[in-house]
């Protein structure tokens, strides 16, 4: 199959039969010894911690203080399910959702602590 681009006809890619056979490795292809799995700089590791660490932190005292404030009692999107409503005002489903947070929050930290550098 070929497409044609601003008056060029390009090769496209088409599917043809399944190869069962493996890729080649490294040193087939150049000659080379295959190098060992490449890593992102440590910097770049580091810095995605602490995004995911602040994350899961902001997500989880969000989830485990929003089912106490009055914006979860007052809340209008829920006017039309009263049923829902009153569901989610019982204080062991508040308990449950808070409990959620707490988890999300013992994740994040928990990665933090245990975060290793990849060489």
Excluded: C
Excluded at 14 to 30: I, M, R, V
Excluded at 36 to 41: E, M, R, V
Excluded at 89 to 94: E, G, H, L, S
Excluded at 96 to 114: E, K
């Amino acid at each position: 199959m070929r497409l044609r681009i601003k008056g060029r006809i390009e090769p496209t890619m088409e599917a043809g039969p399944l190869k069962t056979s493996q890729p080649p490795t490294p040193e087939q292809n150049s000659g080379q010894p295959a190098s060992p799995s490449t890593h992102p700089p440590v910097w770049a590791q580091r810095l995605l911690l602490v995004i995911e660490v602040a994350i899961a932190v902001w997500a989880g005292m969000l989830v485990m203080v929003l089912p106490w404030t009055r914006l979860w009692t007052e809340n209008p999107l829920l006017s039309a399910w009263p049923a829902l409503k009153f569901v989610l005002d019982q204080t062991f489903v508040r308990g449950m959702i808070s409990g959620v947070g707490l988890v999300d929050v013992w994740m994040g930290i928990s990665d933090a602590v245990h975060y290793r550098d990849l060489r």
